[in-house]
């Protein structure tokens, strides 16, 4: 088996061996010269130009070295193409280079030729370039990238690294560990997780990208599989939802009740699907089932074809083995697949090949299959959404049950603990009010005792009055009993009226604490309450039982329906349209049952609704009450503000009434006051005056020699009287000058510049001086006095000025 080989138009990394290029292929060139056209003469200079730069390239001379050593077969060289030239054909070579070289115009003119040579076979020199020219994957500007991705990270490196030891475990280039195979394949697969994150690594592509690293450098090879991933339906494949894969296998599966029915009948009975051997066909092209060989030149027309070459090849298998198959149950089948039909092709792939392009393939009935296989898995998708709404219904109303049962229960335990509360209080009641009647009836006897003792008491009154008169009746021992049992009477009332009065409260307080209870309606509303959520319960069990057996009808229509797509397509036309009918027929009951979960949904919103609007109700109705309550309070606390603001103003107007009264009597003090030092100061004054004609009597007496005795005794005694009243009004002063006087300022002058000076708290008063009395400042000079006119002529001033005037006239 060739392993690694190498391309004329390869690059350095897939060079061959290091050797020298040995004279082998000189020796044959003059022998081929001669019969070789210039055409062929060119291609072999080329070669041996390629040659001469691969042996340039050290690492590529490590890669070949390597390639050696594990696989057992050598790339191109100089020295070993003319022993592989010499060994094939000729014609083949000369053939496969001219396709290489006028590759486009081969491509568009002589494509169905292309296609045969590529059926024969590729050769193994010129497989890798042959591949990329197929595909198209030269000159991509993806490969120099290819470098800067390996220096990232991918989040696949482990699994990667995991699956790397499974692939190819037992070819020489991979299955040692860390060695170049490892490393390359470990590379690819990183860079492609890196270019195509959606995809990232998927199991299975390891195989491909490791036939392509057999055949070419990692940088090609990385070409090659992102070109397969795009372009040939393998990154549908290997998507996570692999939809593609399930699409191959629902026409794999056609083909074969199509082509062989009784196999695939057979399958059927023992539940062996087509996924269980066929999965790993189409996710590896085979490299995994069938010998390496084989796989390749499947691997070639894959390239070229796509996969229908997958489809034929797989077909032609079973109809190879169709009758030990008939014979096996599924765990001999499965290990027919696994063990005997790999050493079947160990002869060779002609076979299986030829044998495979006898199938009948039928592009436009894939492309229906492809269709039907879309409607198949959209309705699919809508049962399933559709599965998954009437659970998530059937969730809710699980909910739903739960919070009404938690409703009925807590409305239960309220009607209950209403109920037990209620009956506590009417046997407290009770007893209470026998309490009560027998307080009563106590206190009743002792009213009758007491009665009864007053009446004895009146009769031993009028007893005694005529014992008084005819003597002594009864003795003092008799009186002092009758006065014992009337003191007892009187306690025994008084104990009495205590009692009734403590029976009494407790009577008002049992009303408080029953008031304060639910009534009557409240319970009745609470008891409808409980029997409306009672009802409501019952009917979303209901409802929920009908969806639950909705459910399981849907799902055996599911299960007959999933029994009739199986075997349609080995049915009659007639039976096909009654299949159609049923599915028609299946799609209506799924519309029906879905408009019954919607009216089911419908009513237990209604449900919910009312549920709501009660207890909204409700609600609204304490709350008119609460607010009623509030605003009776309200209207209390404004009527009892407007007393308190009217009391407020009638207690300012009090308190300014007063304000004003002591205002008017503290004026009357001060001017008294006033009047009493201008009273002061005026006989003072006449006094300094008298004293000074005195002395000028005096004088005049003794210049005239004149007797003035008299005039001085009058002089004496009225200095005597305005001394005595000037005591009379200190005395007055000492009496009202009791009360302080701020702020009038009054300034008297006496006889050598005396000053006095006087305070009053009333400087905002007007103050008023008699203009006769007041000297100029040049007849005093200093301020004269200041004197205050007073209207009152009975006034001390007053007085004084008639004396003066008097005693002038005299």
Known sequence: MASTVATPMSLPSSAPSAAPPSPGLDRSAPATSGQLSPDDVELLAKLEEQNRLLETDSKSLRSMNG????????????????????????DTWIMWGRIVNDWEDVRKKKEKHLKDLVRRGIPHHFRAIVWQLLCNAQNMPIKDQYSELLKLTSPSEKLIRRDIARTYPEHEFFKEKDSLGQEVLFNVMKAYSLVDREVGYCQGSAFIVGLLLMQMPEEEAFCVFVKLMQEYRLRELFKPTMAELGLCMYQFESMIQEHLPELHIHFQAQSFHTSMYASSWFLTIFLTSFPLPVATRIFDIFMCEGLEIVFRVGLAILQMNQAELIQLDMEGMLQHFQRVIPHQLDSGPDKVIQAAYQVKYNAKKMKKLEKEYTTIKTKELEEQVEIKRLRTENRLLKQRIDTLEKESASLADRLIQGQVTRAQEAEENYLVKRELATVKQQSEEATAQLEQARKTISQLQEQQQPQRKGGPRYSEEAVLQLERELVQARLKEA???????????????????????????????????????????????????????????????????????????????????????????????????????????????????????????????????????????????????????????????????????????????????????????????????????KEEGKVQGQLNHTDSSQYIRELHDQILELRQEISCLKGQRGV??????????????????????????????????????????????????????????NSPTQTAKKRKRRRRKN
């Open 736 to 793: 009202s000058g009791q009360s302080k006087f701020d702020g009038l300022h009054l300034v008297n002058h006496f006889g050598g510049g005396n000053l006095e000076s006087y305070h009053s708290s009333d400087e905002d008063k007007s103050r008023e001086t008699s203009p006769q009395e007041v000297p100029s400042p040049d007849q005093r000079g200093v301020s004269g006095p200041t004197r205050i006119r007073l209207s009152d002529p």
């Open 67 to 90: 390639s050696r050593r594990n696989s057992g077969s050598s790339l191109v060289s100089s020295s070993s193409a003319s022993s592989n030239l010499s060994h094939l054909e000729e």
């Open 495 to 693: 104990e009495s009226q205590c009692a009734l009065k403590e029976m009494q409260d407790k009577i008002l307080d049992m009303e408080k604490r029953n008031s304060s209870l639910p009534d009557d309606t409240n319970v009745a509303r609470l008891q409808d309450e409980l029997i409306g959520v009672k009802i409501r319960e019952a009917e979303a069990l209901t409802g929920l039982k009908e969806l639950r057996q909705q459910v399981r009808d849907l799902e055996d229509h599911w299960q007959r329906h999933l029994a009739r797509t199986v075997g349609r397509w080995k049915d009659t036309p007639k039976k096909n349209a009654v299949t159609e009918l049923q599915d028609e027929l299946m799609c209506v009951r799924l519309r029906e049952a879905e408009a019954q979960a919607e009216l089911r949904e419908t009513r237990q919103r209604m449900l919910e609704l009312e549920t709501q609007n009660q207890i909204h109700s409700n609600q609204l109705r304490r709350a008119e009450q609460e607010s009623r309550c509030l605003n009776d309070r309200v209207q209390a606390l404004s009527s009892q503000n407007k007393d308190l603001l009217s009391q407020l103003q009638e207690i300012k107007r009090r308190q300014a009434e007063i304000e004003c009264k002591s205002k008017e009597e503290v004026m009357a003090v001060r001017l008294r006051e006033a009047d009493n030092i201008a009273a002061m100061a005026e006989l003072q004054q006449q006094i300094s005056e008298l004293e000074i004609q």
